[in-house]
């Protein structure tokens, strides 16, 4: 059975999951898996070469992952799972449809400046605990958390792929920085924010301020630190083109 009060909230994964239930809870939507398909052939078109379409084979994969297996379900019972999902999003998924597809296809309107504010802005948005009890009790917010948190990622690392490399560092520090405070802001909270998993996080021998914690330092190192992993990759990069300038 599920924990007592999951029935209160209806999120689009379902309700939450127990442990011995986990591995029965596919996603099998048939709206989700055709537009899933469909997203992949046309993707697939737009795609130029073996290594973009090895990095769509890669996201295609992680797509399925967060919204077709049952860790769409554990979403629903752990903000921790949550958290690592909107993480996917918009520091995995984000970039490997970025640079698997030509820079012409997504030349989005938009300076890095604008993309860096709204990604921030949108994730601290869908992370403040009322517009998160809301998205898990709409299959309509639902959708628009999933698709705004990934679209502003997209626009991000767009914008930053086209930036000169000075302009991608500062930008992905920026939101190194923004990421973490987040996540250090969850994870010394003294008390448990999020309504939905104040019922669900038990079965899973966590109280809801753990889950929460947990959520916060994956907030605040992981997913701060692909940021900085990336900052640092663009930095070792320019010193490299900038040794080879040098006269001999």
Same mark, same amino acid.
């Given at each position: 059975?599920?924990?007592?009060?999951?029935?209160?909230?209806?999120?689009?994964?379902?309700?939450?999951?127990?442990?011995?239930?986990?591995?029965?809870?596919?996603?099998?939507?048939?709206?989700?898996?055709?537009?899933?398909?469909?997203?992949?052939?046309?993707?697939?078109?737009?795609?130029?070469?073996?290594?973009?379409?090895?990095?769509?084979?890669?996201?295609?994969?992680?797509?399925?992952?967060?919204?077709?297996?049952?860790?769409?379900?554990?979403?629903?019972?752990?903000?921790?799972?949550?958290?690592?999902?909107?993480?996917?999003?918009?520091?995995?998924?984000?970039?490997?449809?970025?640079?698997?597809?030509?820079?012409?296809?997504?030349?989005?309107?938009?300076?890095?400046?604008?993309?860096?504010?709204?990604?921030?802005?949108?994730?601290?948005?869908?992370?403040?605990? #009322?517009?998160?009890?809301?998205?898990?009790? +709409?299959?309509? &917010? %639902?959708?628009?958390?999933? /698709?705004? $948190? *990934?679209?502003?990622?997209?626009?991000?690392?767009?914008?930053?792929?086209?930036?000169?490399?000075?302009?991608?560092?500062?930008?992905?520090?920026v939101s190194t920085v923004q990421m973490g405070l987040l996540g250090a802001l969850l994870t010394f909270a003294s008390n448990p924010l999020?309504?939905?998993?104040?019922?669900?996080?038990?079965?899973?021998?966590?109280?809801?301020?753990?889950?929460?914690?947990? #959520?916060?330092?994956?907030?605040?190192?992981? +997913?701060?630190? &692909? %940021?900085?992993?990336?900052? /640092?990759? $663009? *930095?070792?990069?320019?010193?490299?083109?900038?040794?080879?300038?040098?006269?001999?």
């Amino acid at each position: 059975m599920n924990p007592a009060g999951a029935q209160l909230w209806f999120p689009y994964c379902g309700a939450a999951p127990v442990p011995a239930d986990l591995m029965g809870r596919w996603n099998l939507d048939p709206m989700l898996l055709a537009v899933l398909a469909l997203a992949g052939w046309w993707l697939w078109r737009q795609a130029q070469g073996a290594g973009q379409r090895r990095l769509l084979v890669a996201a295609g994969s992680l797509a399925l992952f967060l919204f077709v297996s049952p860790f769409c379900a554990l979403s629903s019972a752990l903000f921790a799972a949550r958290v690592t999902h909107h993480v996917l999003l918009a520091a995995v998924l984000a970039p490997l449809l970025v640079f698997a597809l030509p820079e012409e296809r997504i030349r989005w309107p938009g300076s890095l400046a604008l993309w860096t504010g709204l990604q921030a802005v949108t994730f601290w948005l869908w992370h403040a605990p #009322a517009f998160y009890a809301e998205a898990l009790s +709409s299959d309509l &917010l %639902y959708w628009t958390m999933q /698709l705004t $948190i *990934t679209g502003t990622a997209v626009g991000f690392w767009a914008a930053a792929r086209r930036s000169s490399s000075l302009g991608a560092v500062a930008a992905l520090l920026v939101s190194t920085v923004q990421m973490g405070l987040l996540g250090a802001l969850l994870t010394f909270a003294s008390n448990p924010l999020y309504l939905p998993h104040f019922l669900t996080t038990e079965p899973w021998g966590l109280a809801p301020l753990e889950d929460q914690q947990m #959520a916060g330092l994956i907030m605040w190192a992981p +997913s701060a630190g &692909l %940021y900085l992993a990336a900052a /640092l990759a $663009i *930095t070792r990069r320019w010193l490299a083109e900038q040794d080879r300038e040098l006269p001999a």
